[in-house]
C-alpha cells in the first residue's frame, strides 16, 4: 500500500505562511503524481495543487493561484505545500493525496489518501 502522512498544520493569522509536508511511503513514490486537496466544515472537498511524478508540471485550484506552491523532494519522498497570504477562507482540512494517472492534475485517478491537518487563519 502507498501511506501519505501530513504534518505541518496550525493557526496562523491572516496574511502570515504556513509550510505543509507530506511523507509517502517509499517504493511507490515516485510512480504517482502528488496533490493537496482540502476540506471545510460543510463544504465540498476541493482540489488545491498537483504536481507531476518528475515535478515538471503543477497545477492549481483558482483560489491559491499566485499563493501557494506545491513542490516535491524525491530523494526524501515528500511532498510540500508553500502557503503564503493566507486568508480566513484557506481555513480547512488539508489533505494529501496520490494520483495514479501520475500527472498531479484535478481529475485525475487519486487512489491513496493522507488522515489530513488542520490549518486554521485567524484574523
Known amino acids: 500500500q502507498v501511506q501519505l502522512v501530513e504534518s505541518g498544520g496550525g493557526l496562523v493569522q491572516a496574511g502570515d505562511s504556513l509550510r505543509l509536508s507530506c511523507a509517502v511511503s517509499r517504493y511507490t513514490y515516485s510512480t504517482y503524481g502528488m496533490g493537496w486537496f482540502r476540506q471545510a466544515p460543510g463544504k465540498e472537498r476541493e482540489f488545491v495543487a498537483g504536481i507531476s511524478r518528475t515535478g515538471s508540471t503543477t497545477s492549481y485550484g483558482d483560489p491559491v493561484k499566485g499563493r501557494f506552491t506545491i513542490s516535491r523532494d524525491n530523494a526524501k519522498n515528500t511532498v510540500y505545500l508553500q502557503m503564503n497570504s493566507l486568508k480566513l477562507e484557506d481555513t480547512a482540512v488539508y489533505y494529501c493525496?496520490?494520483?495514479?494517472?501520475?500527472?498531479?492534475?484535478?481529475?485525475?485517478?487519486?487512489?491513496?489518501w493522507g488522515q489530513g491537518t488542520q490549518v486554521t487563519v485567524s484574523s
Open positions: 493525496a496520490a494520483d495514479q494517472n501520475g500527472l498531479g492534475y484535478g481529475h485525475g485517478r487519486w487512489r491513496y
